[in-house]
C-alpha cells in the first residue's frame, strides 16, 4: 500500500461528509498554480500563452497555505508553471503536508536536483514527473534536446533518495503508443510508484495554426490510449482512478465535474475550470457560486468538445460512486 492507511480513510471520510450533507459541488483536488514562469516552452502548454500580467505575479506562501484552507480539498497538486522556480516551493510543500494534505509536486525535471536538496521523503508527497514519451518525442514536444534524459536521471536519483514518483503523460497527435507503451513499462523497472496518462486538451492559447496538428479528438484520443495500454501491458501501476481509465478506454460516458479541481494562481481563483479562463475571482466560494456550471462539459460547450482531462473528469467518477465502482476505488486506493 502507498498512500498511508489514515490518508485513505480521511479522503473516504471527506467524500462521505460531502454526501451526508448533501454537497453536490466539493473540490477534491487543489491545483495550486503559485507561479506561471516556466524554464520550458513546450508546444502544446496554454499556461505559458497566458497573459502577459499573470507573469510578473507569483503567490507567497502565505497565499498558498490559506488557498488550501479556503478550499478544503483533500489533496494538494502544486503545478504552474513549473513550481521549481518559486523560491520558497520547499516551504509551501511543507506546509501542505502539515495540513495533512496528499501533496503532489509537478515538474519538468531540469530543477530536480534544487528539489531533492531541500526536501524530504514523505508518504504523503510525491513528485510528478512531466514525461510526454520516448526521447525523440518528449524532447520535441519540449522543444528541448536532452530533457528526456534529464528527467530520467531525475527519477532515478528521487527514487535512490526514497521519494515517491509519479508520471504524467500528455497524449499528443502523432505519438507512438507503442513507443509510450514502453515506456511506461521501463519506468515501472525504474521504481516509479504509478503512472498518469491523458491525452492534451486543446489549449485555445496555442492558436488554431496548431489544433490540427497536435491536438486529438475524442476517437483518436481513445484509440490511442487503448494502444498505450495494451503495449505497456498489466503490470503498470496507473494513478488514474478505475472509472477515468474507463473513460478513457471509451467503456464509460461521463460529464465533466470541473468544480472537482479548482484552480488557483496569482491573479486568483481561476473560473470556470483548471483549462479554460473566463475569469478570477477573489474568493473560492464566489467562483464556485458565480460559475454557470450548466454551461460547461462535452456537449455543453464547443470549447470542451475534444477534452478528456483528468481535471474534469476523474472527480466525475468519485462524484457519482455506483457500489460496484465504491469497491474498485478502494482497491485502487489500497493499491497507489
Ligand atoms: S470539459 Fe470540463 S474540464 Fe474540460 S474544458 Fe470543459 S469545463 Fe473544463
Not at 534536446?145 to 509519479?166: H, R, W
Amino acid at each position: 500500500m502507498r498512500v498511508p492507511m489514515g490518508l485513505t480513510i480521511d479522503m473516504a471520510k471527506y467524500v462521505m461528509k460531502q454526501r451526508l450533507t448533501g454537497n453536490k459541488r466539493y473540490p477534491l483536488v487543489l491545483m495550486l498554480e503559485p507561479t506561471e514562469l516556466c524554464n520550458l516552452t513546450c508546444t502544446g502548454c496554454g499556461k505559458i500563452r497566458q497573459a502577459e500580467e499573470i507573469h510578473g505575479k507569483r503567490m507567497s506562501v502565505e497565499e498558498c497555505l490559506a488557498a488550501a484552507d479556503e478550499c478544503g480539498a483533500p489533496v494538494v497538486s502544486i503545478a504552474g508553471g513549473e513550481p521549481l522556480v518559486h523560491p520558497q516551493f520547499d516551504q509551501i510543500v511543507e506546509g501542505m503536508l502539515a495540513r495533512n494534505k496528499l501533496t503532489l509536486l509537478c515538474t519538468n525535471g531540469i530543477l530536480i536536483k534544487r528539489a531533492l536538496s531541500r526536501l524530504t521523503p514523505d508518504p504523503r508527497f510525491s513528485f510528478v514527473f512531466h514525461l510526454d514519451g520516448p526521447r525523440e518525442h518528449h524532447d520535441l514536444m519540449v522543444e528541448r534536446k536532452g530533457v528526456f534524459d534529464t528527467v530520467m536521471n531525475g527519477i532515478q536519483e528521487a527514487k535512490k533518495l526514497g521519494f515517491k514518483v509519479t508520471t504524467n503523460t500528455t497524449l499528443y497527435k502523432g505519438v507512438d503508443p507503442k513507443g509510450v507503451g514502453n515506456l511506461l513499462s521501463q519506468l515501472m523497472d525504474l521504481g516509479v510508484d504509478n503512472c498518469i496518462v491523458s491525452p492534451a486538451f486543446t489549449y485555445e492559447e496555442v492558436g488554431s495554426a496548431l489544433d490540427n496538428e497536435i491536438f486529438m479528438r475524442r476517437r483518436e484520443a481513445v484509440e490511442t490510449f487503448r494502444g498505450v495500454v495494451e503495449s505497456a501491458g498489466p503490470r503498470v501501476r496507473y494513478y488514474d482512478t478505475p472509472m477515468f481509465f474507463d473513460f478513457l478506454l471509451g467503456k464509460k460516458e461521463m460529464h465533466c465535474t470541473p468544480w472537482g479541481n479548482p484552480t488557483r494562481d496569482p491573479l486568483g481563483w481561476k473560473g470556470p475550470c483548471y483549462l479554460l479562463t473566463d475569469g478570477h475571482y477573489g474568493k473560492f466560494s464566489d467562483m464556485m457560486e458565480n460559475t454557470e456550471w450548466e454551461e460547461f462539459g462535452y456537449g455543453d460547450n464547443p470549447r470542451c468538445a475534444s477534452c478528456m482531462m483528468h481535471s474534469g473528469y476523474e472527480a466525475s467518477g468519485v462524484a457519482r460512486l455506483s457500489p460496484s465502482d465504491t469497491f474498485r476505488i478502494i482497491k485502487w486506493m489500497f493499491a497507489n
